[in-house]
């Protein structure tokens, strides 16, 4: 190759634990991976959507710094490492404290199977939850008739405030509260669920990566061994996600 | 050659005794590791004091007083001590109770709950006392591997089980890692 | 509207601004001593937000209450230097326990709460608390028994004993900031007829860094910020002076507050601003007076409004806005967020204020400090300035200098200053170390007390902690570990639930029931929060803590037991519960 040859490719690429991936100028380190099906975990993104880089699980080292890749700009000659043992250390260390500042039993929790949490779990090859248990006590809004908030299970990752606000118009949630007492809030005077108009059809009802907002009435719908983690993993299953598109939409 | 059998004890904490019905559910294979293993203490016999031991499987987790020293007893006593099944790994499902304090909960149950006659909170001292939280195992002593599950399957016990019969360590394959 | 309306070149569209969000909060919990679901609704109205911004907001900050509090409010620093524990007495304990209340409950007749706060820079003055947002000073158990009985005795605090009330500016040791009571307008006239660019060029060439903590250039943020295009560029003084044990800012706003307002202006000159904020901390509200004051001679001097000194087409005006309790909003990005009404959750970086800053717009954020800094250099020239301090960090430093010596207070240096010249100035003997930059900064033990104050030695934003030999400076860590937990946004995970781990970590260790195995896992748990984390709180959360193992692992060593594992609780505590319920005592009741 001439070194002209070897510019341009520098000039929108980086390199992905070795590898060479383009990019489009305003696509983050994440954007750039999924499009050529490179997966970095993450928990807090969906593709469509304004990242957040709250989850902290696509943390890689770019040029040595260590970044959240869904909220970093692809840089022309970065070199990014992602799939190490010393990050998915960390990224293990991290899902664990996910779960044990909430309440997850997951032998009795309706997402089970279909969880996003304990598919990161089962990525990270996670056996136990390492830290000392928060064990605390959240309110569960069962006001609305087909939706229901079960704030245990929450892992703040902001997903349905974005789906709500940016793809649903609707603003149902915030994030209410600092630190450790920060929690998912409803936008309605009351508060309650019940009171907002929410929908089950809505973005925002249906992207929660946990059990903690729930459709009603379709609990344990897939027998086990037939969910979505039963029988693929978040890697490959995050390949396929997007917030549904417009022409979608009108199609 | 006369092998010398492994030496297995087991027994449930607060647990629902699922963990060991998925153990027996090895069915067959069963016959084949029982040339290979002894059983010690463990519902499965009627031992009642656990003798040293290699390896000491953990189901349910530690509600009580009585759960710690059972489960100080296996440490002393095995080798390899491993916490088997959501509940001793995580408290599991008696871990609902971790949401409440332990007054609001004996208080609902023995005092203010539906249906209840003679409202007592019970005090015997033959009953075990009751911890503030329910535990997961790690949290009391030193537990040498996890078998995750709500149970683990057979297949997952044997793969727990069998490298170790010959002095492997254990590695339990990813479509085997489950939750629930 | 905060500032008083009189002068008459005041734009016309500043006078129906409308209240700050934080503002009117306040305001509303004043009347109701707290703030319900319904004013909440009531808020998002007039403001035209949703309701859940407004909970969100009122739930971020630690000075909104969702319960009323008591008509006497106190909040006690838990500050290491003016904190409730910094002598041998719990005072919080004791005044709990005078008035009957439990801390952070309100007691049944409405009357009193008492609660803990993070540091209230008052750290020269011992300990120290905010009683319905005043500070009162110099703590000790007799103050506290009279306290209590003049709360029964439910007298006004203008009936109270009022040297209590009294704050001296302890100003130690002067140089060329502290010193410089050079009339007000002088460095405005100068950089008014200089003009922006070479106002710029001046800064730059003085080497002006950054004196809230990171160091960065002025001029170079200001060159930044100037080039940025926008619909408006702002100025925003960041008086958040959160880092405990940091307490300059407070003497600058009180001594200094018409330098500062020049600085903010000559700034708004080079950048090209119309208007500029102060953000103070809510902390520091009872200062707004004095700050209203000073506001109002610039504006009737002419130093601030429309054609300022008589340049036309120069306007440029200041507003305060106080926050309400969250160290996190003295964070850049944090601050923006919260002059717009929200909580203060750092924005993602970059884009950087400079050039994304308040509403999207170009912003130069800079601290107290080096606004006057600022002001002094067009005064005195750079090279004046270049004088002071060293190559890379020129000028002075403001330090405040509290803890275990005989003279806290503030000190002024050059750059290059050593630690030990510091020591022997504040009347420090027997010093084992010194924390300096706060909970977030650096902890210098005895045998480095050669080191230098410098963005190339050791640097600060002020901070000057001092540990005598008595101390423990595990309980030190202790304070740091639930400083950080407490004050954590929880926007993200490594911050939000490892700075609760480390409490719980450290409590292990202090209670002597942790093993070697314990340390490694803080030190796992320190990396973590530092290098996954999303802004610069978790970024330096755990710096104590390695600080600490570093230079004195003994401490320790000292407390962990020689066993190879241990539970992560404390089982016998497990049980006290349940003894308590059954009223057993017998031998199975207990373990261990
Ligand atoms: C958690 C945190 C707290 C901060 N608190 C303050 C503060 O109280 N005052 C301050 O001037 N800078 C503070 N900073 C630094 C600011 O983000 C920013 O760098 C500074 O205001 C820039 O002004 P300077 O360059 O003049 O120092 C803090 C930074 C962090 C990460
Ligand atoms: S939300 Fe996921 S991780 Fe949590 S309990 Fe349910 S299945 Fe388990
Ligand atoms: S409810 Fe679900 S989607 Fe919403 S913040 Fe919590 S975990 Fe995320
Ligand atoms: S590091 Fe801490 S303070 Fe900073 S964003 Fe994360 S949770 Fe918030």
Redesign the pocket.
Known sequence: MTNEANKAIDANSITIDGETVPFDAGQTIMDAALAVKIYIPHLCHYPGLTPAGNCRLCMVEANGKSVAACVTQAQSGQQVSSNTPELNAARLSITQMLFVEGNHICPSCEKSGNCRLQAMGYYLGMLEEHFHQFNPRREIDASHSTVLLDRDRCILCDLCVRASRDVDKKNVFAIAGRGIHARLIVNTASGKLGDSNIEAKDLAAKICPVGAILIRERSFDSPVAERIYDRQSISDTAMTEHVPRKEDDRG | MAERKLKIATTSLAGCFGCHMSFLDIDEKLMLLNDRIEFNRSPLTDIKQCSPSDIGLIEGGVCNADNVRVLREFRANCTILIAVGACAITGGVPAMRNYFDLRECLEEVYLNGTGVTNPQIPSDTELPLLLDKVYPVQEVVKIDYFLPGCPPSADAFLQLLVPQLDGQKPQLAADQLHYD | MLVVMKNQSWPHSLIFDKQHLLHRLYTLQQQDRHISAETIVRVAGEFNLPVSQVASVVDFYSFFYRKPVGRYHMLLSNCTSCGYQAGKTDLLKMLCRSLNVDPGVTRADGLVSISETSCIGMCDHGASMLINGIPLVGLDETKVTRIAGLVEQQLTLCQWPQDWFQITRSIRQSGMLLNNTGSSGNSLTKALSAGPGRTLDMIEHSGL????????S?GK?WRLCREATGDAHYVVC??????PG?FK?RVLLQCHAGALFEGMTICALVIGARKGYLYL?GEYRYLLAHLQEALELHYSNNLLGCSILGHAGFDFDIEIVVGAGA?????????IESLEGKPGV?RIRPPFPVTHGYLGQPTA???????IAAAYIVTHGSDNFRMAGTEQSTGSKILSVSGDCRNPGIYEYAFGVSIQEILDDCGADNVQAVQIGGP?GTLVAHRDFRRRISFEGVST?GSFLVFGENRDLLTVNQNFARFFAH?SCGFCTPCRVGTRLMEGSLQKIVDGRAVAADIEEIKRLSSLIMRYSH???G??AANHMLDSLRQFPGLFEKRIMQQAFSPQIDLEAALETARQITHRDDADAHLD
Do not use: M, Q, W
């Open positions: 860094r950054g004196r809230g903590g990171a160091g960065f002025a943020k960041n008086a958040d002076e959160g880092e940091t800012d901390r160290y996190i909003c003295g964070e850049e990005s944090a601050l750092p954020v800079n601290n107290v400090e080096t606004f977030a934003g004050e802004c610069g709180l970024h330096t």
